[in-house]
């Protein structure tokens, strides 16, 4: 099944207006795109229903080309690439728990997650693909145009190439939006990066089974459903060009959904409009965050250093699972998968598999008409610098019944109990399902009342949207739970001309 773009869209272009303006056009007016979002629905049903994949636990012992190390227990592929899951002991770290030791998986390899943009009609559009994932809850979900580890794309498995890959590893040819290192879950990773690239061509691009062009806007939208967007497509979303000088000096026709304030009154989508553009200014300076954040990391005496993944203490491995003592936390487990819309039609792998949903939530605030988010500077055990920052809460609420009442997250609470009408995004999305099985988030943002007096706790700052965005193009500045939010966030701008 393939779609081709056809059609016009009729879109109203502002004089002069760059791409960036036209991106954030695109998210004001999602109906403004090459087909629309009942065409997608259609498309992406009927592929999944033709999906024929079966992905099965196993025990250990049924893995093939993977086995447990004698030396130390570490759980490698023989090929010596793709990944591996080791034992991480954590000493010294801030918070309630200074100590503790977990498994965790080890790819030193940089992936590419890439999304091909182009235009159409004035429009930008980006190349997303269906695809099957063998942690993914629901089978297929909607990712990047290009989603591959190393080992991947160099065919260390002996697979078919990787579409549309020339456009990334070759993209000198092409306009290059955004490419830089991000790091993945600082909490089961060690030290793991991947390559988030937006690249924008004027070429004719050949449109493949399995792959659909949806707008700027259109692809925002859809993160409001639950376990569609997957993680690697919103990692990249948050790497869009959406900082628009333009903005202030803009006055679309009267009714047009893009307008600063269109439904007459001073809103969230507003707020948020203004806190795009840094001439609205925010409650902190540039240089007093800079301040703020590497003195934290400066300040970080911590230490996460590799071990034996036989020699944790609390972890208990049996035929099917790695787990913790108290029931709590994760596991390890393996899968056999069986597909035949991927590079091969079969493989076995470890993965891991949350005990509970997470939560992961961002507290904001209008501060003089400006939309800020409350992030925080948040230790992980697996990241590079220790230290990224992260939403306002970012927990498992279920792996605090252990542990003393001190350790809950600040504003957890808070988030949890939010009334209906101070939230503003509401999701259920998955996290990584190339490692993670069937782990998922509820994805949060809730607002407060401009008028209320928020003291910020010494490890957390209101940032303006504007101020994130500047981060998000600069490696281990923003976690990837707070990069999936900011997606959100600008998701808050899109609007249909039928609301």
């Not at 793709?82 to 992936?111: H, K, M, N, T, Y």
């Not at 190393?150 to 890959?165: D, K």
């Not at 992980?380 to 927990?395: H, S």
């Not at 809950?408 to 009408?421: H, K, M, Y």
Request: charged share 20%.
């Amino acid at each position: 099944m393939t779609h081709a773009p056809t059609g016009s869209a009729n879109v109203l272009t502002r004089p002069g207006a760059g791409l960036t303006t036209r991106i954030s056009d695109s998210l004001r007016d999602v109906d403004q795109a090459i087909t629309s979002l009942r065409d997608f629905h259609a498309w992406f049903t009927a592929y999944r229903d033709t999906e024929q994949s079966m992905v099965r636990h196993i025990p250990f012992t049924e893995l093939k080309g993977w086995r447990f190390e004698e030396s130390n227990g570490n759980l490698v592929h023989d090929s010596g690439r793709f990944f591996s899951v080791r034992g991480l002991r954590v000493r010294d770290a801030p918070g309630s728990v200074p100590s503790w030791e977990q498994p965790v998986i080890s790819q030193p390899e940089v992936g590419v997650l890439g999304i091909l943009v182009k235009e159409f009609d004035g429009i930008p559009h980006c190349l997303m693909q269906a695809k099957m994932e063998p942690g993914n809850h629901n089978g297929v979900q909607l990712s990047p145009t290009v989603q591959a580890t190393r080992s991947n794309y160099t065919r260390v498995h002996g697979g078919r190439p990787v579409h549309y890959l020339d456009y990334f590893r070759n993209a000198a040819r092409h306009s290059v939006l955004a490419d830089v290192l991000q790091s993945e879950q600082g909490s089961w990773f060690y030290r793991k990066r991947n390559r988030n690239m937006v690249v924008k061509t004027t070429e004719d691009v050949e449109l493949l089974d399995g792959f659909y062009w949806l707008s700027a806007g259109q692809l925002h939208a859809l993160l409001a459903v639950d376990d569609l967007v997957n993680m690697d497509a919103r990692t990249v979303m948050s790497c869009l060009p959406l900082t628009d000088p333009a903005l202030p000096d803009f006055r679309p026709p009267e009714g047009d959904p893009r307008s600063l304030y269109p439904d007459g009154t001073d809103t969230v989508r507003s707020a948020l409009t203004r806190s795009l553009v840094p001439g609205h200014g925010s409650l902190h300076s540039p240089g007093s965050l800079r301040n703020w954040f590497t003195g934290a990391r400066a300040d970080f005496e911590g230490e996460a250093i590799l071990v034996g993944l036989g020699s944790l203490r609390g972890w208990h491995r049996s035929e099917e699972r790695i787990s913790h003592e108290s029931g709590l936390f994760f596991d390890v487990m393996a899968v056999d998968v069986k597909t035949g819309s991927r590079e091969i039609d079969g493989w076995t792998q470890p993965m891991i598999r949350a005990r509970g949903q997470g939560v992961t939530a961002f507290l904001v605030q209008r501060i003089e008409g400006v939309l800020h988010a409350l992030v925080r500077a948040k230790h992980e055990p697996g990241f590079m610098d220790a230290v990224e920052l992260a939403p306002t809460v970012q927990c498992t609420p279920e792996n605090y019944a252990v542990l003393p009442a001190e350790a809950a997250p600040p504003f957890l609470d808070e988030v949890l109990s939010a009334p209906a009408e101070a939230i503003r995004f509401d999701t259920v999305l998955s996290e990584e399902g190339g490692r993670f099985f069937h782990t998922r988030s509820r994805y949060l943002i809730v607002e407060i009342p401009p008028e209320r007096e928020l003291r910020e706790p010494d490890d957390f700052r209101w940032m303006a949207v504007h101020q994130l965005s500047e981060l998000v193009q600069h490696g281990n500045y923003l976690n990837i739970q707070a990069r999936s939010l900011l997606a959100c966030l600008h998701s808050l701008l899109c609007q249909t001309r039928g609301e």
